[in-house]
């Protein structure tokens, strides 16, 4: 499957905890993304990381890739209330795959105040 | 930019109705997705155009599925006829001319019904 795949499937934690989040593939791609969605809303893009790079930071998230793996993880330090939501691990510029952006099944955090 | 725009947001139709599912991508965007998310089967890619071209279709369930990009500005999903098992948020989501290698805005999606 080219689609990646996330770990846990929920995550309870409380607040000021550090929430991780995994996300594993099997194809060659270009980058990995993690988004973000809100209960009843969109996706919202909240960092890509090239497959050339091994870390990345945004504010209280930090993604890792490691490539020869195949794997990739978001950590939010810190968590709040707010950051309650679902986060997809997103596959793009996969391998003989054109344009094509792939979404893995998703994270559900809840973050307890 | 009011970002990418998608209607209606909610549509409950009966079984066998034609649905027409409209989005508005970012302007100077040149890639547009459309996605189905159920709690089954996740988010599923259906369709992507690049330059209003449509580019693979190979998530698109079956012939009742239909997408077209007439302009840069605008691209509908009909499905005719429906049947309860489309019920699904629908999303659109359009990026820049890296497509797949920058990332994708995405609409607030369209909750269909069938009932």
């Known amino acids: 499957s080219q689609q990646g795949e996330e770990d846990p499937q929920a995550l309870s934690i409380q607040e000021g905890e550090n929430a991780t989040m995994n996300c594993s593939y099997k194809?060659?791609?270009?980058?990995l993304q993690w988004y973000r969605q809100n209960s009843g809303r969109g996706l919202v893009h909240l960092i890509l990381i090239r497959s050339n790079e091994r870390e990345k930071h945004s504010g209280r998230l930090r993604v890792t890739l490691d490539t020869s793996k195949k794997s990739s993880s978001l950590l939010i330090t810190a968590s709040r209330a707010a950051d309650t939501a679902s986060y997809f691990c997103?596959?793009?510029?996969?391998?003989?795959?054109?344009?094509?952006?792939?979404f893995g099944q998703g994270t559900e955090l809840s973050v307890k105040p | 930019d009011a970002g990418v725009i998608q209607s209606p947001r909610h549509e409950v139709t009966e079984m066998g109705q034609e649905v027409t599912l409209r989005c508005k991508p970012i302007s100077g965007h040149d890639y547009l997705f459309w996605y189905r998310q159920t709690m089954m089967r996740g988010l599923e890619l259906l369709i992507y155009?690049?330059?209003?071209?449509?580019?693979?279709d190979s998530g698109m369930p079956e012939d009742r599925f239909s997408a077209k990009m007439p302009n840069a500005s605008f691209s509908t999903l009909k499905i005719q006829p429906s049947e309860p098992r489309d019920s699904a948020v629908y999303f659109c989501?359009?990026?820049?001319?890296?497509?797949?290698?920058?990332?994708?805005?995405f609409g607030q999606g369209t909750r269909l019904t069938v009932v």
């Open positions: 997103a596959l793009g510029g996969i391998y003989n795959q054109g344009g094509k952006l792939i």
């Open positions: 155009f690049n330059n209003n071209v449509p580019i693979d």
């Open positions: 989501a359009s990026s820049s001319s890296w497509g797949p290698l920058t990332e994708a805005f």
């Open positions: 194809t060659s791609i270009n980058n």
